[in-house]
Structures are given as structure tokens and as C-alpha cells.
């Protein structure tokens, strides 16, 4: 076969999130962390993602939020709602908002996430993209034919240590060549934050936020 050549767009980038508001998010940080400063470290990690996929050559930049966008949302973004129902029926939907062209998908805990790590989404021949994570599930997905996403992704067991492993499956066995990322480790736990803090990019907020929370007599 030959390989696919390049697409003529780049693709579709999506950041899946909730809105960082105190007791809503990251509650794994707390303890030792308060709501509001799980809250605050959420917020660093997602303002990092966003302005990061701002240096990735995209099509379009979509926020597909569950929650108001805030003073951390950069420009250069669609904000759409996220969909009802549990978390494979809320990420088959953001795949169904692209309208063309190869789609990446990433959530907002990944602070370390740097621009290189997806340089080649889209050009490198594949059909799937996935990024494995530390606890065993998943922290981007990508297609070449968005349409495919819904009958991959739904179904498939959220927030165990197996998810990763059967999406990956699922995409092998519906015939689609996949191109793996990098594995990165999300930030649910403090342990997580202190293991992803040293391989955060020069000037992220996550870190920044982190250190300053570390100096905070408690």
C-alpha cells in the first residue's frame, strides 16, 4: 500500500475540561492540598495545555468545556459544551464537533505536554493516534477520519487501569494503523503533581504554582 500522503489542513486540536473551581476538580490533591488550591493547580495545568496546543499547527482549536471559560482561556479558541452522559459518550461527542480532517484529542492534566511530543499528528501515515498514561488510561487520542471516533470510543470502560489498553485494542482491531505518543504521567494525586513538576516546559504555571504552594507555611 502507499502511504497516505499528508493532509492538506493541519488537524483539528480538542482540549477536553472542566471549569477549575474549588471542590470540582483535582479532588484526589486534597489532602494535603485545599479545594481551593487543588482548584488553582488545575487551572495552572489547564492554561499550560491550552497556550502549549497555541504553538501546534491546528485547523481549528476547540475547548470543549463542561463549565464558563474564565480568565485562562487564551484566545485563538471555539468553546463548546461538553455532551451529557458518562466520559466515552462526552469524548465521542467532542470528536463528532470536528467537520473534517485528521482530529487529536487531549485532556487537562498533562501540564508537561510540550508542542514536539505532537509534531507528527497527522503527517506521519497513521490512521489513530494515542497517548498512553501512567495509571493506565489515556491522556490524547487522535484520528485521521474523525466520523470513526463514536463507535471506538463508546462503550469503552473510563477511569479504570484497563481503559488505555482497550481503546488502544479497539483501534488495532477495527484495522486502523495506530501511531503511539509518548506515555505521560497525569495529575491526579499530589505525588503525581511532584513527579510531573521537574518535566514541565520553562515557564509553566503549573510549576510555578506548585513551588509557591510548596513555600506556603501550612
Request: aromatic share 4%; with cysteine.
Amino acid at each position: 500500500m502507499n502511504p497516505r500522503p499528508e493532509p492538506a489542513c493541519p488537524p483539528t486540536l480538542l482540549v477536553i475540561a472542566k471549569e477549575p473551581l474549588p471542590g470540582r476538580v483535582k479532588t484526589r490533591l486534597t489532602p494535603p492540598y485545599t479545594p481551593e488550591e487543588a482548584a488553582l493547580l488545575a487551572e495552572a495545568a489547564l492554561t499550560d495545555t491550552l497556550h502549549t496546543l497555541l504553538h501546534v499547527p491546528a485547523r481549528r482549536r476547540l475547548l470543549v468545556l463542561h463549565g464558563t471559560p474564565g480568565p485562562w482561556l487564551p484566545p485563538g479558541y471555539e468553546v463548546l459544551p461538553q455532551a451529557d452522559g458518562g466520559l466515552d459518550e462526552r469524548l465521542a461527542a467532542a470528536f463528532g464537533h470536528c467537520d473534517g480532517g485528521p482530529a487529536l484529542l487531549v485532556g487537562m492534566d498533562t501540564p508537561q505536554l510540550t508542542p514536539d511530543l505532537l509534531a507528527d499528528v497527522g503527517r506521519d501515515g497513521h490512521d489513530a493516534w494515542f497517548g498512553p498514561a501512567a495509571d493506565g488510561g489515556f491522556w490524547a487520542l487522535g484520528f485521521a477520519d474523525p466520523s470513526l471516533a463514536g463507535a471506538l470510543v463508546r462503550g469503552v470502560p473510563m477511569s479504570t487501569d484497563r481503559t488505555g489498553s482497550v481503546q488502544r485494542r479497539r483501534l488495532v482491531e477495527a484495522g486502523l494503523s495506530v501511531g503511539d505518543l509518548p506515555p505521560l504521567r497525569d495529575v491526579d494525586t499530589a505525588a503525581d503533581a511532584a513527579s510531573v513538576v521537574s518535566r514541565c516546559p520553562s515557564g509553566s504555571r503549573f510549576a510555578a504554582a506548585l513551588t509557591a504552594l510548596a513555600e506556603t507555611v501550612r
